[in-house]
């Protein structure tokens, strides 16, 4: 039997569901382990698993285009529908463990000064969770149905913009608290930069 037939949203959804649940639980678990609960895994560990989700996310519909007759990006693509959400998900409770450390999870101005300051760079992240709301909102068939193909695949472009600004935001962690800059996140936006440049070259040649 062909593995290729295992290879496909239908089983793999369910794969990676269950896996980033599952990995989200852990987190807390471990967090709560120790005596006083640890934010900083906490925030770091959940931040960790939004960004892989993004990367994949942006970078299966970049290969997919680069090695369009292999099979296996094909069969990858319609994931990033699920990894896209579960990123937004993520992200949010990452967002909310990090306002449930400051103390501040109840007083809105306070919520809102610190998600758009500069301290962990946290403004970066706030846009780039706020730019993944409407793709979230409108992620389902009946909405994409109702927004009409063309125009629902402009918006989910906004993506790509998403995963720059939280490039960004993970770069800039150490830079703003005095720290240096994070040199993975800048490295994948240069080689998805370099990826689409490409692209753009060979669609102007032939
Ligand atoms: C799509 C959105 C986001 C992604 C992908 C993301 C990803 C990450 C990642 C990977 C880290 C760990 C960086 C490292 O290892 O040094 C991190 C750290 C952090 N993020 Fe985010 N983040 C997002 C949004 C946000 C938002 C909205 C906030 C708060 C308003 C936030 C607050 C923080 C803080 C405070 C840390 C540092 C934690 C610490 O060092 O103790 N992030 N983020």
């Not at 409770?93 to 760079?121: C, E, N, T």
Request: with cysteine; glycine share 6%.
């Amino acid at each position: 039997m062909s593995i290729r037939r295992f290879i496909t949203v239908r089983y793999l959804q369910w794969v990676v569901w269950v896996s980033v649940s599952l990995y989200w639980c852990f987190i807390i678990i471990q967090s709560a382990a120790t005596d006083v609960f640890d934010w900083h895994l906490a925030i770091t560990e959940t931040g960790n698993v939004a960004w892989i989700m993004l990367v994949f996310t942006i970078y299966i519909s970049l290969l997919q285009k680069l090695f369009r007759p292999y099979w296996l990006f094909n069969n990858l693509l319609p994931l990033r529908k699920h990894t896209g959400i579960l990123s937004f998900l993520v992200a949010c409770s990452h967002a909310l463990l990090q306002m449930l450390r400051m103390g501040i999870i109840a007083d809105a101005p306070a919520m809102l000064k610190a998600a758009f300051s500069l301290q962990y760079s946290m403004v970066f992240g706030t846009v780039s969770i706020l730019i993944m709301v409407p793709l979230f909102i409108t992620s389902t068939n009946r909405a994409m149905a109702r927004m009409g193909y063309s125009t629902w695949k402009m918006l989910q472009r906004f993506a790509h913009l998403a995963f720059i600004v939280a490039a960004i935001h993970i770069s800039f962690i150490g830079y703003f608290g005095g720290r240096g800059v994070e040199p993975e996140p800048l490295i994948l936006l240069a080689v998805y930069a370099g990826g689409y440049a490409y692209l753009f070259v060979q669609r102007r040649q032939g």
